[in-house]
């Protein structure tokens, strides 16, 4: 099982990988938000997979940990968008 789990850890990584070529050549900056999104997302997946492969409890902290950089990139690229200072 573990090896099953490692094998989906990797399968996660790839398609982050592809979402890395959506964030440097997005062709718009709502691409690209949402590709660093997958970006976090598949990280964490990654993370709690490989964690749960190998019994270790400290890749579920790093994950927590990307979760939250994840949160404050998405909200500062929203920010740093033309119109994205609207809500004050």
């Known amino acids: 099982m573990p090896d ?3 094998v989906a850890a990797g399968l996660v990584l790839a398609s982050v990988v592809a979402g890395l070529a959506r964030v440097l050549r ?3 900056l709502v691409d ?3 590709a660093a999104q997958l970006l976090g997302t598949g990280g964490i997946a990654a993370l709690l997979l490989a964690g749960v492969a190998t019994a270790t409890p400290a890749f579920v902290d790093a994950a927590l940990v990307l979760a939250l950089l994840a949160a404050f990139a998405t909200i500062a690229m929203a920010r740093a968008a033309p119109g994205g200072d609207d809500a004050r």
Do not use: A
């Open 4 to 6: 099953l789990l490692l």
């Open 26 to 28: 997005g062709p718009g």
């Open 32 to 34: 690209r938000i949402m």
